[in-house]
């Protein structure tokens, strides 16, 4: 059983940046590709990005392209969102995830993701 411990939520100014941390224990953080998704109230899971299990190749939704970058620390066995130009369109609940899925296609897919973290608040002020 994995669990996914998510930090690094908060309220920011629009045009300012958070890092969010995703610690990952009781499993093999390896045989894992990475996922992150937000919530914004009365809206559906969305698709933020993904990290493959190698951390070799990444994916993003195209509302975040260029502004959001997920990195992974094998070592730490944690996963990252460095969120930057946040507008008041990024408040959301984020949250990580974990699947033994490694296809681009899936990794998209909240289904497709076997844990998940609590969620973080992100709050961005406009």
């Known amino acids: 059983q994995v669990q996914l411990v998510e930090s690094g939520g908060g309220l920011v100014q629009a045009g300012g940046s958070l890092r969010l941390s995703c610690a990952a224990s009781g499993g093999t953080y390896s045989s894992y590709a990475m996922g992150w998704f937000r919530q914004a109230p009365g809206k559906e899971r969305e698709f933020v990005g993904a990290?493959?299990?190698?951390?070799?190749?990444?994916y993003y939704a195209d509302s975040v392209k260029g502004r959001f970058t997920i990195s992974s620390d094998n070592a730490k066995s944690t996963v990252y969102l460095q969120m930057n130009s946040l507008g008041p369109e990024d408040t959301a609940v984020y949250y990580c995830?974990?699947?033994?899925?490694?296809?681009?296609?899936?990794?998209?897919?909240?289904?497709?993701?076997?844990?998940w973290g609590q969620g973080t608040q992100v709050t961005v002020s406009s």
């Open positions: 995830a974990a699947t033994s899925v490694d296809s681009y296609y899936w990794l998209q897919v909240w289904t497709a993701y076997d844990y």
């Open positions: 990290i493959s299990r190698s951390g070799g190749s990444t």
